[in-house]
């Protein structure tokens, strides 16, 4: 498969080049695809500087300001899906999302699964240096994505993600209505919805040890409100993509 790691930064100069560098030493040919919103801190810089050493691997898409996780993502969908790439991944740029686990969900891939979700909770709490309140937060989120949606998954909420690239053709992504962490919960619940296996693979999450966390209060109010409508709304596929 031709794969593809899709990593929106917004401010990480501290760790753009170490993740670029770890992303291209695995074995599996994975290219990589920055969405950068507009960073002050030159994030973009150190990509383009990077590329001139990998221009077939590394990709840079610049946008004018922080648009929202969820837009990023579906921008890289798109052009993962026009570039012809058969599996995508949704990765974080301060390696609280281990590299090395990429592997473990080509994988799962390659067995059989259509979306391979890196889960910090499908076998006990696999959490390192998150303070309580925001692990407490996390955890009853996912149980609370459960109990709403009836949806199979332990870790809703996750960021850490492998797609076919026919399960993203198939969504209906221009009608993803979620943009900041409520999108990977809304992702998993259309693939699940439309009949697409999910699978997870236990994780070990490390909270980043250099820059800052982009989570804050109106993040949680929309991904909150948005998971009572998903059981009432119709999950419609593309009609764009055969």
């Known amino acids: 498969m031709r794969k593809l790691v899709i990593i929106p930064t917004y401010n990480e100069c501290e760790n753009i080049e170490a993740m670029v560098a770890k992303v291209f030493s695995l074995p ?9 919103d507009g960073s002050p801190d030159g994030t973009a810089t150190i990509v383009r500087r ?3 050493t990998h221009p077939d691997r590394l ?25 012809n790439f058969e599996a995508i991944y949704e ?36 959490v390192v240096n998150w303070p309580m309140s925001r692990l407490l937060l ?15 998954v332990r870790d809703a909420t996750a960021g850490f993600v492998a797609y076919k690239a026919d399960v993203l053709r198939t969504m209906d992504l221009a009608g993803v209505k979620m943009r900041g962490y409520g999108f990977q919960i809304e992702m998993k619940y259309s693939a699940w919805r439309l009949g697409f296996k999910v699978k997870e693979v236990s994780i070990i999450f490390r909270d980043r040890t ?10 949680l109010g929309e991904a909150f409100w948005g ?6 709304r119709t999950i419609k596929k593309s009609t764009s993509r055969g």
């Open 28 to 36: 599996g040919d994975y290219s990589l695809l920055v969405v950068d």
């Open 50 to 52: 990077l590329i001139d």
């Open 59 to 83: 990709f840079l898409i610049e946008r004018s300001g922080k648009l929202g996780l969820g837009t990023a993502y579906l921008t890289g969908f798109e052009w993962a899906l026009n570039h």
């Open 91 to 126: 990765m974080d740029c301060d390696f609280s999302h281990n590299p090395d686990d990429l592997l473990r969900l080509t994988a799962e891939l390659e067995a059989g699964a259509d979306v391979a979700v890196g889960s910090r909770y499908v076998s006990g709490v696999n």
């Open 138 to 152: 996390s955890y009853f989120a996912s149980r609370y994505v459960r109990f709403v949606t009836r949806m199979p």
């Open 210 to 219: 250099l820059g800052t966390s982009k989570m804050s209060s109106g993040i």
């Open 227 to 232: 998971v009572l409508s998903l059981p009432f």
